[in-house]
């Protein structure tokens, strides 16, 4: 376990101080990246996503940024995070036309990657929850993208005993961000050609 909390302390250390809890402290940019969490049957985003969509969309109403990506998973016909977070977002009053899909970040590492090199940002608002923060951000930042994030409750809502699995799961996910762009440095699923935003 040594590595693992080491490795989760230092992307937490690295990241301190462009991490926040209230929309109206982050810095104003011109866009918000916005991860996928999972949908349900029906095709509607699970809680926890409907949380990271409606902290991006508050973010964009108070003018702390002027786009949305969505950047999830959609490796099948059945499944479709980011349209699923692109209606969301339009239902809650986001025009279509500020919205940018990115259809195959099938992790955090591919998001980020993608959102550079595909998409051509160079800084972003990063929003998903407070314990995926940290390694959202410094992933992001590791290619490139001058990256702060906006974080959304997960502890308060979901109570540790709920949360327990994600936080263990996340300890390790650490280990493998640091492995992976500090050392391997893998090409993501899909590249695709360039969609300047």
Sequence with gaps: MVIPLTA??????MTNGIRYIKPEEVPQERLAMIFGAGILANGQPTPMLADRVKAAVKLYQIGRVKKLLMTG???RVSYNEVRSMQQYAHGLGVPMKDIALDYAGFSTYESCYRAHQI???HEAVVVTQNYHL???IYTCRQFGLDTVGLGTPDIEIYGLWGMIPYLRREMFANVKALWEVHITR???TFLGRFEKI
């Design 73 to 75: 998973d959609n490796s």
């Design 134 to 136: 940290p390694r959202a």
């Design 8 to 13: 989760t302390a230092y992307i937490s250390l």
């Design 186 to 188: 893998p090409q993501p």
């Design 119 to 121: 998409f051509g940002l």
